[in-house]
């Protein structure tokens, strides 16, 4: 009998190791959603914003990919640079320039391994390939270096995050941003020790005390995969002005979908531009 319980606990615990191996193992996979570009909105882009498309360097000569959208004779744009998510191609984003009011240039760069992009996705990739992009861009002389924003969606938002607490911006856009991406993966799976698994746990919320860049957020009221209470978390510490903007009936993956989300950015970006 004793021999029996004894084999029964190492079945158990060889079950419980083969999990938290297979977890850290898979993670990636289950984080970076990498997505080709498609070749119907890759030509749309060609033939509607033409010489857009642009190449990046990273600090370890990776490839980025993506393109730089202006409106026509803006002497010095302001920018928005736009970081997407787990499983967003940006390219997509470019469907929607035209609801950035005003002289806005929008860049859309895929992270490592996205569309067109090379390289492999990592947290720290991400985070200072964001830099690279910042020092690479603000060296034309087409953007107005005093008025640029980051706009994160998602697992974007820590990247954005990030930016602000290395470079100066003038604003914040995040949607559906979290404080940390532990705790996130946590309130999914509250038995399992994520955080001794996590090899990439986003910590937005370390930085928050020490941004002081003006953010709003449009978080929807029916997202149950990062729900609102994360961005009050984040609330809670930012060292700047913060509105957070509640969309009534809109989840994840349809927060877009509705005319106040771009209501609200584009009144943003205005409030940005007026005070730079």
Not at 66 to 87: C, R, T
Not at 141 to 162: Q, Y
Not at 235 to 251: S, V
Request: glycine share 6%.
């Amino acid at each position: 009998m004793l021999a029996l319980l004894f084999t029964l606990i190492s079945i158990i615990i060889g079950g419980v190791i083969l999990l938290y191996a297979g977890l850290y193992l898979i993670q990636d996979r289950l984080l970076f959603l990498s997505r080709p570009i498609q070749t119907t909105i890759q030509q749309w882009i060609a033939q509607t914003y033409p010489q857009s498309e642009i190449t990046l360097s990273a600090t370890d000569k990776t490839q980025l990919h993506g393109w730089l959208l202006k409106k026509p004779d803006i002497e010095k744009s302001p920018l928005v640079i736009y970081f997407g998510g787990n499983a967003e191609e940006v390219s997509g984003m470019a469907y929607h320039f035209e609801r950035f009011d005003g002289d806005w240039a929008l860049l859309l760069i895929n992270y490592r391994g996205y569309g067109l992009s090379k390289g492999k996705p990592s947290e720290k990739n991400l985070k200072n390939d964001a830099i690279a992009i910042y020092d690479t861009i603000t060296q034309r002389s087409d953007i107005n270096t005093d008025c640029i924003v980051a706009m994160g969606r998602s697992l974007g938002t820590g990247v954005a995050i990030h930016l602000a607490a290395h470079r100066p911006l003038k604003g914040l856009i995040l949607v559906s941003p979290y404080d940390s991406i532990t705790r996130v993966v946590q309130r999914h799976m509250p038995y399992i020790p994520i955080s001794q698994l996590l090899k990439h746990p986003f910590n937005s919320l370390a930085l928050a005390p020490s941004i002081t860049t003006p953010m709003l957020a449009l978080v929807g009221q029916q997202d149950t995969l990062i729900p609102p209470d994360h961005a009050y978390c984040l609330e809670e510490k930012w060292g700047g002005e913060i509105d957070i903007q509640l969309i009534k009936h809109k989840n994840h993956d349809n927060i877009s979908d509705i005319e106040i989300y771009w209501e609200k950015i584009r009144y943003f970006l205005a409030r940005i531009f007026l005070n730079r």
